[in-house]
């Protein structure tokens, strides 16, 4: 289209930049890393957060909001994992001409700003369990390239930090959330996803195991971690002395989980389903899930033309009393190819086109932007026919996704064939013991035997294929202890 330069499949990172532009996602900002979420994409945060916050609000988890800045003390409370992380943490240092006598943090995840408060609030076993989350910004100076939505120094997301007497209810809602975040991934952004559990190099070093839901952008054959929950266990608790009397009249430490997903869902979204002519939307976050556009000509008379306006805002008003989010474009400052280029650009589903001849046969086009079908439909037969199809490209979307991801994970049993599938852009599954040191000597040959990078672990699929007796490892040729899902990734 008019407003791509890049072809996709030609320099896919180019494209992305160009598409989330064009597509009146972002503007850039003259802080790296940081973009504007125009409205265009606010909206579809807004529809994945309504979702997501009916849900858990089902769960009795509540919303609140704490404190954006967080003191050094506390930030350090946990030493083991946040020296890794150190050089990410942004610090306020002076306010006006004066230094701060201590610089103060502005929060990457708030489990130390939240976690001397539980150990306050939770005193007796009648206080849990206690389920709070929080939709905000968070802020990681990170240092890998930036990239709109998948990777920037600021971003939105929502942080749940539960607290229960016992570990199994802990286990039961670390995947309780993480079907909340299979939903948001497979029924709202129509992106297949692997959920699995994270191995322990690539788990969340503060807690006792990471569950993930990864997804895979066949542009750049590399996989995404789309979100994840975790259980703390008992570290935070250690940490924090967050204790209680327990029923018994004995001292307990609290289990605890923590979850999160971002604006990055977004990203991956547009990464998966956009095409050489801009975004393509799941009709279930399109902001316009319909556009009607009427296209007038010159020999009609103006009563005609007042007709064809009539019409087609009555068309848009049916749409919407049917609940399809519609709207009219009959700007008469520009050509009708100019708004399909648009329109096309900015993902919307749906087409509804309304001409002259449409007039005095009483019909209007349909034209998908999924597939870019078309078909002509009586006026009367609109809503029904929209309402139809906003199921069925959600629903196609979903599979062909699912179509190209699944074509895209190759099996291996050995490292023979490992390098070049990656090269591929596949991921792949394989027999693995399960050890810290065979995935780094992992990372460590596909780095040297490679110039694409690294691979990792995305999970450990919760879904396993048969594992036969005396299987191997297919690096180490240690025995084989469950399947894992291998890819470079973002
Ligand atoms: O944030 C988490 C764990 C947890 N935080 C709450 C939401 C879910 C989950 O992401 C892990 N983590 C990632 N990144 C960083 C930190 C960190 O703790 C701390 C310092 C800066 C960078
Ligand atoms: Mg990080």
């Not at 306020?92 to 502005?106: C, F, H, K, W, Y």
């Not at 975040?181 to 559990?197: D, I, M, N, Q």
């Not at 009709?283 to 007042?306: F, M, Y």
């Amino acid at each position: 289209g008019l407003g791509l330069s890049t072809k996709r499949d030609e320099d896919f990172g180019a494209w992305y930049s160009q598409v989330v532009v064009a597509g009146d996602l972002i503007d850039y900002y003259d802080i790296s890393g940081c973009y504007i979420l125009k409205p265009w994409a606010y909206a579809q945060w807004e529809y994945l957060k309504e979702f997501f916050d009916r849900e858990i609000k089902e769960l009795e988890v509540e919303n609140c909001y704490f404190p954006m800045f967080v003191s050094a003390s506390r930030l350090e409370a946990e030493k083991d994992h946040i020296e890794d992380f150190a050089p990410e943490v942004a610090w306020v240092t002076r306010s006006g001409n004066t230094d701060l006598e201590v610089p103060i943090a502005v929060r990457p995840t708030s489990e130390t700003v939240m976690y001397p408060h539980y150990a306050q609030w939770i005193r007796s076993h009648r206080d849990l369990p206690l389920r709070l989350n929080q939709w905000c910004n968070v802020v990681r100076w990170e240092f890998k390239h930036p990239t709109p939505f998948i990777r920037s120094r600021e971003f939105l997301w929502q942080e749940g930090h539960t607290a229960y007497s016992s570990k199994a209810e802990c286990d039961v809602e670390v995947r309780q959330i993480l079907e909340l975040y299979r939903r948001v991934y497979e029924e709202y952004l129509a992106v297949p996803v692997v959920p699995g559990k994270k191995s322990e190099k690539e788990k969340f070093a503060g807690g006792d195991y990471t569950t993930t839901v990864e997804a895979y952008v066949p542009g750049s054959g590399r996989g995404v971690q789309g979100a994840t929950s975790h259980c703390l266990g008992q570290n935070f608790a250690k940490m924090f002395n967050i204790e209680y009397e327990d029923a018994k009249g004995g001292r307990s430490l609290v289990w605890q989980n923590s979850w999160g997903f971002t604006t990055r869902t977004l990203g991956v979204m547009y990464m998966v389903h956009g095409d050489d002519d801009g975004l393509v939307l799941p009709p279930k976050v399109a902001p316009v899930q319909a556009i009607v556009i009427p296209i007038p000509n010159s020999k009609l008379s103006d009563e005609a033309k007042q007709k064809m306006d009539e019409i087609a805002t009555g068309m848009c008003k049916s749409l919407k009393a049917a609940g399809v989010r519609s709207k009219l474009d009959n700007r008469d400052n520009y050509t009708p190819g100019w708004k399909y280029n648009h329109w096309e650009l900015k993902g919307v589903p749906m087409r509804v086109e309304f001409g002259a001849r449409d007039l005095e046969t009483g019909t209007c086009v349909i034209a998908r932007r999924d597939t870019r079908e078309k078909e002509t439909v009586k006026i009367e037969d609109l809503t029904k026919r929209c309402s139809e199809l906003c199921e069925q490209i959600q629903k196609d979307m979903f599979e062909r996704a699912r179509k190209i991801r699944d074509e895209n994970i190759v099996s291996l049993t050995s490292w023979d064939g490992f390098i070049e599938a990656l090269d591929a852009k596949k991921l792949i599954m394989t027999p693995w013991c399960n050890t810290k040191d065979s995935e780094e000597l992992v990372k460590k040959k596909s780095t040297a035997e490679s110039t694409g990078g690294a691979a990792k672990t995305l999970c450990i699929p919760f879904e396993q294929p048969a594992l036969e007796a005396g299987t191997k490892c297919f690096i180490t040729g240690e025995p084989a202890t469950c399947w894992v899902l291998w890819g470079r990734s973002y």
